[in-house]
């Protein structure tokens, strides 16, 4: 999500919920840790892709089933040709990932891991492409809107080794002032999970994102004749 034009899948998933319960959405653009944080604080309302654990449920409240689940996988350099098939052989590798995400307990707990922390994944996939890094971690779909930003295309593959993933969920803060319309948001959200509607709008958001590339494409091709 950028500031300047605010787009993305979780940005489209929240407007069409918007219009079901009459809630107008605005937006507080922040690095993850920092939006953990302000759901503790309730200084925002509501976090999207959050997955769902014990802790974060202590100051969180989960509305709705989960609206989108993959496996977690780690990404690799075309060109290098890295064997990554148990959890084993990601020792001696650095790797990306999310400051203040959760991925799965062993890997988020193992402290013999060299793990890089940045803010966005558009950062681990510029640092994959560099060199900076030997793997990144994260979902396909978000690593796949990066990846489709900076251009990537087949430059970046993912390796054998995937895990099933904790799943994305849309959460409001316990302290929010919203909280007693909690149940009512919880089924609207779930009524949009039932009837396809946040896969529909994922597909939709990478079709927007191709066509406009193309575009761009095709207007520095003009520019270069």
């Known amino acids: 999500v950028q500031a300047d034009n605010i787009d993305g899948i979780d940005a489209r998933i929240l407007e069409a919920l918007g219009r079901k319960t009459g809630f107008a959405v605005n937006y507080v653009i922040c690095p993850w840790r920092r939006c953990v944080e302000m759901i503790k604080t309730g200084d925002v309302d509501l976090i999207t892709s959050f997955g769902k654990t014990e802790p974060r449920m202590q100051f969180a409240r989960y509305l709705g089933g989960t609206y989108y689940r993959e496996q977690l996988k780690f990404f690799r350099l075309a060109k290098n040709p890295y064997r990554i098939e148990r959890y084993e052989d990601l020792y001696e590798k650095k790797i990306g990932i999310i400051k203040g995400s959760v991925y ?122």
């Not at 988020?108 to 681990?124: H, R, Y």
């Not at 809107?145 to 390796?159: D, L, N, S, T």
């Not at 946040?198 to 994102?209: G, P, Y």
């Open 104 to 225: 799965f307990e062993r890997f988020d707990t193992d402290g013999k891991l060299k793990k890089i922390e940045v803010v966005k994944e558009e950062q681990l996939v510029k640092m994959l492409l560099t060199g900076r890094i030997d793997l990144l971690v994260g979902y396909t779909m978000p690593i796949r809107y990066a990846m489709e930003k900076a251009g990537a295309g087949f430059k970046i593959v993912p390796v054998s080794l995937a895990v099933p993933g904790v799943g994305s969920h849309l959460a409001m803060s316990k302290r929010s002032s919203y909280i007693g319309r909690a149940p009512m948001i919880s089924r609207a959200v779930n009524d949009m999970i039932k009837k396809g509607e946040m896969t529909r709008l994922a597909d939709q958001f990478f079709t927007s994102v191709r066509k406009k590339k193309t575009l761009s494409e095709k207007a520095a091709g003009h520019e270069a004749d």
